[in-house]
């Protein structure tokens, strides 16, 4: 998982322009379309549009296009990479069903940097297709080590497998995470959110590999970046993302 260039975190975006008016982004091997149409749709239509490009082409997954929020960017946006020029400061739609109505879809607001669901048949967001690289097959995703700690073999994170039982404030959970040691620190807004599984809510993650996560809202790294002092928060409940106060007290998974 790709992070904003400028975020000074691990894994930082890189963006190839190519000359058939698509975007490589190095990190993740994903081929974005460069520039997008002015179009919106509801969710059925907007994958219709992409696959009938053809060549691979689809609607990109909520974890695939949350990877191009740039968190850096501040509201009104659009909080993506100024690579991808004219992007509408609005919501795009995702292949991502909501667990809890599969009437309702997942979307990514690149005039905030937030992921929400939304009803499926809402004509009023945007498209931006996908093209992903060849996948490479693992036997099974995480890998549940010794010492409580869960690696993600999509992503190379490793997480804490046991949520502390403490509410931290935003201050108090990140230095909770460094003195860990070891590289150890609170996950970005865009980390944070590969963990979820959409397919399950209260809570929205795999409890085979992070047993008994509370159903409530952690801490990511990241500050609002109009300035406001709010930090972005991922709730587990069933995985939308928002801000709140850094004294609120949350929980806090660390990865590395």
């Known amino acids: 998982m790709p992070n904003p260039p400028t975020a000074g975190l691990p894994n930082p975006a890189v963006y190839v ?31 219709l549009y992409c696959t009938s490009k ?12 949350v990877s191009l929020v740039d968190y850096t960017v501040a509201a009104p946006g659009p909080t993506i990479n100024a ?7 609005g919501a795009f739609w995702t292949s991502t069903l909501y667990a809890g ?30 093209r992903a690289p060849a996948l490479t ?6 890998d549940v080590q010794a010492g409580g700690l869960v690696t993600d073999r999509t992503t190379g994170l490793t997480w804490e497998q046991a949520t502390d039982p403490t509410e931290y404030s935003w201050a108090d959970g990140t230095a909770r995470c460094a003195a860990k040691g070891a590289g150890w620190r609170v996950p970005s807004l865009s980390e944070l959110q590969t963990i979820l599984d959409d397919t399950r809510t209260y809570p929205a993650i795999d409890e085979s590999a992070f047993p008994n996560t509370p159903f409530d809202f952690f801490w990511t790294s990241i500050p609002e970046a ?28 660390c990865v590395r």
């Open 17 to 47: 322009v190519n000359a058939d008016g698509t975007i490589t982004e190095k990190v993740s091997g994903l081929i974005w379309e460069a520039t997008v149409s002015s179009m919106t749709s509801a969710q059925p239509d907007a994958a």
């Open 54 to 65: 053809g060549a691979g082409w689809r609607l990109p997954t909520r974890t695939e296009l």
């Open 83 to 89: 690579r991808f020029v004219g992007t509408p400061v």
């Open 101 to 130: 109505d599969l009437g309702d879809a997942w979307a990514v607001g690149f005039d905030y940097g937030y992921s929400d669901y939304t009803l499926g048949s809402n004509p009023a967001l945007y498209v931006r297709c996908v």
């Open 137 to 142: 097959c693992v036997p099974s995703r995480y």
């Open 226 to 253: 109009s300035g406001t002092g709010s930090i972005w928060y991922v709730d587990f409940y069933y995985g939308a993302t928002d801000t709140d106060v850094p004294a609120r007290l949350f929980y806090v998974r």
